[in-house]
Nanobody, 121 residues
Framework: QVQLVESGGGLVEAGGSLRLSCAAT????????MGWYRQVPGNERELVAR???????DYLDSVKGRFTISGDSAKRTVYLQMNSLKPEDTAVYYC???????????????WGQGTQVTVSS
């Protein structure tokens, strides 16, 4: 079974920084993409940043220039460096892996348990 374990959330003042980490364990054949999503109660989960196996990246417009995603698909790890944090960044952050557990099987999404990030004003 595939499990994603996150760490690095917490409470920080506006303007501060946090770094989130996520490691995938279990039987994994290949990783197509790794990403971070966030969710605020009452809202849909939104994509914050994603990195593909070819190292191309996507970012939510509101975090461009402040957040940086990095990862190593061979090591099954992904990170999100968050700088210049704002109160509106407060949310539960979830890591996501799009992967195959065996060759010639479909890609599936796997999710971490979520980590709370709170930015005080």
């Amino acid at each position: 079974q595939v499990q994603l374990v996150e760490s690095g959330g917490g409470l920080v003042e506006a303007g501060g920084s946090l770094r989130l980490s996520c490691a995938a364990t279990g039987s994994i054949s290949s990783v197509n993409a790794m990403g971070w999503y966030r969710q605020v109660p009452g809202n849909e989960r939104e994509l914050v940043a994603r990195i593909r196996s070819d190292d191309t990246t996507d970012y939510l417009d509101s975090v461009k220039g402040r957040f940086t995603i990095s990862g190593d698909s061979a090591k099954r790890t992904v990170y999100l460096q968050m700088n210049s944090l704002k109160p509106e960044d407060t949310a539960v952050y979830y890591c996501n892996f799009l992967l195959k557990i065996r060759m010639f099987t479909p890609l599936n999404n796997y999710w971490g348990q979520g980590t709370q990030v709170t930015v005080s004003s």
